[in-house]
């Protein structure tokens, strides 16, 4: 048994390139059936991240050469403290979606389902969009779900691309559940949710991602990969970018949701022009060739830190020019309290491990010192990660969205909208 995976390099127009991952595996009229919900990764506001906005349009335009725009859906649901409407804003997204006729659906506004995913992590009723339950899970068969990842390294799950882009279906709240888990997370989505097709931006790929740690993190590639088996589709886009240890592409294939032996994929036109594109990226935090911010000092548990959960968080990087106050972040389990006893604070303590053993030191601690701490207790909640920082650098949300394209008042005013239109998501602000 073997599984196809197209690599196509980006030359000519984007529609004609798409086209030709559709082609190559009997066309839109043989993957395209009722309604079209298409699946982009939109991490987070800041373009470089998420799914390239000319994949998303000629994706949209070519598979409307078979079905009504009115019958296609873009979809995404925000990493947490986000909401989506944001990374629709990214090149006027939203907008130009309406444009063609199709419609941009925001997940964290849509009425939530539970649903059972009988998993390891997700082990008990989830909710879930009752429009992406209703059309993929109770007429699956007459829709059709079309996955178009943005390839990345990725410091938690080694990398992101088709299998890890099935996260973003879920609310804020259920993607900090046992993120912990996150492999098995995100394999016990497959147990209702798998694409009908495939379509990977790689015209840039990320290191240490998912965000971007540095502007130079950013790689040109110029391919689209695109196949039916979402294992085999991450298998090769994993080997482009150097990474061979991302477990849960492993895990997928024991399941039986697709084929991760190279042996048993075939490349199109051949695996020759893996070695002609492929490039190393990292996903190892303690090899970012970059400072923290002089004004950050972390305190990692000498015996357990997470890869998986809180450890992510010393990815962060700071404009060393950024006025900060001093401030101390503690993660993990295993903590040398003489070595924090040095530190005047304030204190973000992260994860259930830290707080447990940490909580009664700080409690002493502040009977006899004015010092702020903040706990967070799930493994790995951005949302209050973000907020607690924030309050403890004393950092302004104008410095801290600085990167994004996005004006602070446009940033408040969407954030509201999507309130007011009953989303369901955690937000920074």
């Not at 059936?33 to 349009?57: Q, W, Y």
């Not at 990374?87 to 009425?111: H, M, T, V």
């Not at 040109?220 to 298998?235: C, E, F, K, Q, R």
């Not at 830290?354 to 909640?381: C, G, M, P, W």
């Amino acid at each position: 048994m073997t599984s196809n995976v197209y690599i196509k390099p980006i030359k000519g127009d984007m529609i004609d390139c798409i086209r030709d991952c559709f082609d190559t595996f009997g066309g839109v009229e043989s993957i395209c059936k009722g309604k079209i919900f298409i699946k982009f990764n939109g991490t987070g506001p800041v373009s470089e991240i998420i799914t390239n906005s000319e994949v998303i349009l000629s994706t949209v335009k070519v598979v409307s050469e078979f079905i009504k725009p009115e019958n296609i859906f873009v979809m995404e649901n925000s990493a947490v403290g986000f909401c989506t409407r944001l990374s629709f804003e990214i090149n006027d997204l939203a907008k130009r979606i309406e444009e063609l006729g199709a419609n941009p659906l925001y997940l964290d506004e849509q009425e939530p389902i539970d649903v059972d995913f009988n998993g390891i992590a997700l082990d008990k009723p989830i909710p879930i969009p009752k429009i992406l339950f209703e059309n993929l899970v109770q007429h699956k068969g007459e829709n059709t779900y079309i996955n178009i990842p943005k390839l990345k390294a990725h410091i938690q799950c080694g990398v992101t691309i088709c299998i890890k882009n099935q996260h973003g279906l879920f609310y804020d709240k259920e993607k900090v559940y046992n993120h912990n888990l996150i492999n098995e997370k995100i394999i016990d989505t497959l147990n209702v949710f798998v694409p009908d097709f495939n379509i990977v931006d790689a015209t840039t790929v990320i290191n240490f991602g998912p965000a971007l740690v540095d502007e130079k993190f950013e790689h040109p590639m110029g391919l689209l990969l695109s196949g039916t088996d979402l294992v085999a589709v991450d298998t090769i886009g994993s080997r482009l970018i150097g990474i061979d240890d991302a477990v849960h592409i492993e895990m997928a294939a024991q399941k039986g949701f697709g084929i991760n032996n190279f042996e048993e994929i075939n490349v199109i036109p051949s695996k020759d022009i893996i070695n002609r594109y492929q490039i190393q990226l990292e996903h190892n935090i303690d090899k970012i060739p970059i400072p923290h911010h002089p004004s950050i000092t972390f305190f990692r548990g000498t015996e357990k830190a997470c890869k998986t959960g809180c450890l992510g968080f010393e990815s962060s990087r700071s404009d060393p020019s950024q006025k900060i106050r001093p401030y101390a972040f503690i993660l993990g389990k295993g903590h040398n309290t003489e070595e924090i006893d040095k530190h005047p604070g304030p204190f973000v303590v992260n994860g259930p491990c830290a707080v447990s053993e940490l909580k009664d030191y700080f409690t002493d601690r502040q009977q006899n010192e004015k010092i702020k701490v903040y706990y967070i207790e799930d493994h790995v909640n951005i949302e209050k990660m973000y907020k607690y920082t924030m309050k403890a650098g004393r950092i302004r949300l104008g410095d801290a969205s600085e990167n994004m394209p996005i004006s602070p008042e446009r940033f408040l005013q969407l954030t509201l909208e999507a309130k007011k239109n009953g989303g369901i998501f955690m937000s920074i602000v």
